[in-house]
């Protein structure tokens, strides 16, 4: 097998194998490193999106939804169900099968694109721009061996973030892996971080029959989205049985024989005590910077451990690039993938572009929750005068219909161009509605775009349609 190539991706997550397909389809010769392995010692590729994130918890979150609506919202539609039970060992085994068919589909696409796929860990060991980058790949079993290319893509990803005197056991200290992977339901379970990964595992869980008890130190809930939805979702969490304490300030842990204890104070500076079977933490993620080689070639990363790279994801290096979790931006699965193509295009010499302002972020809670561009607050902190419209699903007659008429759409535009600046949806199947936001953005569209567009009727969308009415003070249906 040749060890020389045009292009070597040092990982095999969203922005890793996507870089490495799109560098083969401009007719680059690619090498792909990944360590991940499954419970067998196979080849894993994906990395933490399809293995331990994104894809396993949409499958539990399914799973627990459709569980919750058997118990609870069958009987309005007319449904009996008796002897309602959950069987967690069948529930994981679907999980598990869902993963391995997307590693199988990366690695049939590697094939497919002709990327050459290493199954080990990868780190950089010295070289130069001119004369080439050298790449060692430690395999689980054998002999490293080492590959060299002008280009070297670095997508490591990211890992969770522990708490200080509180390692992950993965048995009653859980990160996402170890909540992903619980074999039964707790009684009792407790979430430090009330975030994206937080909200989502704490509420399959839930759904389950578990108690659960989020702490979040922020005084705000879901600072990032727009207040309007952050106090309808923590309404409605609330409403579920979600335990949310905010400004809490945890100020000792200790695993015990039946758990977890954590001592904290609330929001007002009182002494508190949580004590649960087990205790998810998801305090965030930092870069997978960790035994890389970055010391051994001069790669400039920062005092987080994020490598340092310009607006097209050059490092301080000629040839290396970095993309996805390692890098500046957001933390999220497609973003990396929109910078692992750009960096392969800008590597075979075209001049791709990626517009931060218009990637859309989800919460696939129910309801879930989903924005592109700016929030209400932020225009307002930045003195530009802006209109909103809004929509509420409980005037769409498609909501009614499916039994889910929770949340609304939220259109903001300029004040004076009418430009469309942020849309906020909490609501069913907001995920999916979110995309014809990031679309109309992405082409500056206006609010009146969208409301001369036909929508089908009766369609969720036609709730997009309705905000976009709004903003100019003419919806139809309230």
Same mark, same amino acid.
Request: net charge negative; proline share 4%; charged share 20%.
């Given at each position: 097998?040749?060890?020389?190539?045009?292009? %070597?991706?040092?990982?095999?997550?969203?922005g890793?194998?996507? /870089?490495?397909?799109?560098?083969?389809?401009?007719?680059?010769?690619?090498?792909?490193v990944?360590?991940?392995?499954?419970?067998?010692?196979?080849?894993?590729?994906?990395?933490?999106?399809?293995?331990?994130?994104?894809?396993?918890?949409?499958?539990?979150?399914?799973?627990?939804?459709?569980?919750?609506?058997?118990?609870?919202?069958?009987?309005?539609?007319?449904?009996?169900?008796? $002897?309602?039970?959950v069987?967690?060992?069948?529930?994981?085994?679907?999980? &598990?099968?869902?993963?391995?068919?997307?590693?199988?589909? %990366?690695?049939?696409?590697?094939?497919?694109?002709?990327?050459?796929?290493?199954? $080990?860990?990868?780190?950089?060991?010295?070289?130069?721009?001119?004369?080439g980058?050298?790449?060692?790949?430690?395999?689980?079993?054998?002999?490293?061996?080492?590959?060299?290319?002008?280009?070297?893509i670095?997508?490591?990803?990211?890992?969770?973030?522990?708490?200080p005197?509180?390692?992950?056991?993965?048995?009653?200290?859980?990160s996402?892996?170890?909540?992903?992977?619980?074999?039964?339901?707790?009684?009792?379970?407790?979430?430090?971080?009330?975030?994206? %990964?937080?909200?989502?595992?704490?509420?399959?869980?839930?759904?389950?029959?578990?108690q *659960? =008890?989020?702490?979040?130190?922020?005084?705000?809930?879901?600072?990032?989205a727009?207040?309007?939805?952050?106090?309808?979702?923590?309404?409605?969490?609330?409403?579920?049985?979600?335990?949310?304490?905010?400004?809490?300030?945890?100020?000792?842990?200790?695993?015990?024989?039946?758990?977890?204890?954590?001592?904290? =104070?609330?929001?007002?500076?009182?002494?508190?005590?949580?004590?649960?079977?087990?205790?998810?933490?998801?305090?965030?993620?930092?870069?997978?910077?960790?035994?890389?080689?970055?010391?051994a070639?001069?790669?400039?990363?920062?005092?987080?451990?994020? %490598?340092?790279?310009?607006?097209?994801?050059?490092?301080?290096?000629?040839?290396?690039?970095?993309v996805?979790?390692?890098?500046?931006g957001?933390m999220?699965?497609?973003?990396?993938?929109?910078?692992?193509?750009?960096?392969?295009?800008?590597?075979?010499?075209?001049?791709?572009?990626?517009?931060?302002?218009?990637?859309?972020?989800?919460?696939?809670?129910?309801?879930?929750?989903?924005?592109v561009?700016?929030t209400?607050?932020?225009?307002?902190?930045?003195?530009?005068?802006?209109?909103?419209?809004?929509?509420?699903? /409980?005037?769409?007659?498609?909501?009614?219909?499916?039994?889910? =008429?929770?949340?609304?759409?939220?259109?903001?535009?300029?004040?004076? =161009?009418?430009?469309?600046?942020?849309?906020?949806?909490? $609501?069913?199947? &907001?995920?999916?509605?979110?995309?014809?936001?990031? *679309?109309?953005?992405?082409?500056?569209?206006?609010?009146?775009?969208?409301?001369?567009i036909?929508?089908?009727?009766?369609?969720?969308?036609?709730?997009?349609?309705? &905000?976009?009415?709004?903003?100019?003070?003419?919806?139809?249906?309230?």
């Amino acid at each position: 097998m040749s060890s020389e190539f045009d292009v %070597i991706v040092i990982g095999a997550g969203p922005g890793g194998y996507i /870089a490495a397909i799109r560098a083969a389809q401009l007719g680059l010769r690619v090498a792909c490193v990944d360590s991940w392995a499954n419970a067998r010692g196979g080849a894993a590729p994906g990395g933490t999106c399809t293995n331990v994130g994104c894809i396993p918890s949409k499958a539990l979150l399914q799973s627990s939804e459709h569980y919750e609506e058997a118990g609870h919202a069958f009987a309005a539609h007319g449904i009996t169900v008796s $002897g309602l039970q959950v069987d967690v060992a069948t529930m994981q085994q679907r999980r &598990a099968k869902i993963v391995q068919q997307n590693n199988e589909g %990366i690695l049939y696409l590697f094939k497919k694109n002709k990327v050459t796929f290493f199954h $080990g860990l990868g780190r950089l060991a010295g070289g130069n721009g001119d004369a080439g980058w050298q790449v060692a790949v430690q395999p689980r079993e054998g002999e490293a061996q080492t590959l060299t290319a002008r280009q070297v893509i670095v997508a490591t990803g990211s890992v969770p973030r522990s708490l200080p005197g509180l390692d992950f056991d993965e048995k009653r200290v859980l990160s996402n892996t170890g909540a992903l992977e619980i074999d039964g339901v707790p009684r009792t379970l407790g979430v430090i971080g009330a975030g994206v %990964i937080g909200l989502e595992l704490g509420s399959v869980w839930r759904r389950l029959g578990a108690q *659960v =008890t989020l702490l979040e130190a922020m005084p705000d809930f879901l600072a990032a989205a727009d207040a309007q939805v952050a106090k309808e979702a923590l309404k409605q969490f609330t409403r579920q049985g979600l335990a949310i304490h905010l400004g809490a300030k945890i100020t000792a842990t200790a695993v015990t024989k039946k758990g977890v204890r954590v001592e904290w =104070t609330d929001a007002k500076g009182a002494a508190q005590v949580l004590e649960v079977e087990r205790l998810i933490v998801s305090v965030g993620r930092k870069p997978n910077t960790d035994g890389l080689g970055a010391e051994a070639v001069g790669l400039a990363v920062d005092q987080r451990g994020f %490598i340092e790279v310009d607006a097209d994801c050059r490092t301080n290096l000629p040839g290396i690039w970095a993309v996805g979790d390692v890098v500046r931006g957001p933390m999220l699965a497609h973003k990396a993938e929109e910078e692992g193509v750009a960096v392969a295009e800008r590597i075979a010499g075209q001049k791709p572009h990626v517009d931060f302002n218009t990637v859309p972020w989800v919460i696939y809670t129910a309801p879930e929750i989903a924005w592109v561009g700016q929030t209400e607050q932020q225009l307002a902190a930045s003195g530009r005068a802006f209109k909103t419209g809004s929509f509420p699903f /409980a005037a769409n007659g498609r909501a009614r219909a499916i039994g889910d =008429t929770t949340g609304f759409v939220k259109m903001l535009a300029d004040a004076q =161009t009418d430009e469309i600046l942020g849309v906020h949806v909490i $609501g069913p199947m &907001a995920s999916e509605l979110v995309a014809e936001a990031a *679309v109309a953005m992405e082409f500056r569209a206006s609010s009146e775009d969208i409301a001369r567009i036909c929508h089908a009727h009766p369609t969720l969308s036609e709730a997009m349609k309705e &905000a976009a009415l709004g903003v100019a003070g003419r919806t139809l249906n309230i």
